[in-house]
């Protein structure tokens, strides 16, 4: 639907990878929900197969014990194969944030689509085309 297509777009705008040196679609976030709803804009809208999704939990190096239940979770939230985790990515630095005991924490989930530099193209032209509208 349209929506979708606006609402992948902006998130895509707000949450993906946009380094010069990027030249594939790449997503990040902690929020199981809107990681769900980035998928679904991929699957639906730009006809990415699930098994062209790679996957990598980064995490404090202070929850380097939990990754295998934080790739559980993500594996089985999202419905894709823990074949598709790569490597995790631990941040070396004094844990601050302290998380409320009612917020479940899964470290954030990085996904990339392999062999989608046209679509990464395609939405940086579309993130330019939204912006036209705040002129």
């Known amino acids: 639907t349209r929506e979708l297509?606006?609402?992948?777009?902006?998130?895509y705008w707000t949450e993906g990878f946009k380094h010069k040196k990027e030249n594939a679609l790449g997503f990040s976030n902690s929020d199981p929900r809107l990681v769900k709803v980035y998928l679904l804009w991929l699957?639906?809208?730009?006809?990415?197969?699930?098994?062209?999704?790679?996957?990598?939990v980064?995490?404090?190096?202070?929850?380097?014990?939990?990754?295998?239940?934080?790739?559980?979770?993500w594996s089985k939230f999202l419905g894709v194969s823990k074949s598709q985790f790569g490597k995790p990515f631990f941040q070396n630095s004094i844990q601050k944030k302290r998380y409320?005991?009612?917020?479940?924490?899964?470290?954030?989930l990085r996904v990339y689509v392999r062999r989608s530099s046209s679509l990464f193209?395609?939405?940086?032209?579309?993130?330019?085309g939204l912006s036209k509208v705040a002129r």
Not at 5 to 11: I, K
Not at 43 to 56: F, G, S, Y
Not at 100 to 108: H, N, R
Not at 121 to 128: E, H, S
């Open 5 to 11: 297509f606006l609402v992948g777009v902006m998130l």
């Open 43 to 56: 699957k639906r809208c730009l006809k990415v197969k699930m098994e062209d999704l790679r996957l990598r």
């Open 58 to 73: 980064t995490a404090n190096i202070s929850l380097k014990d939990s990754v295998g239940k934080f790739e559980d979770f």
């Open 100 to 108: 409320p005991v009612d917020k479940v924490y899964y470290g954030v």
């Open 121 to 128: 193209k395609k939405t940086r032209g579309w993130m330019i």
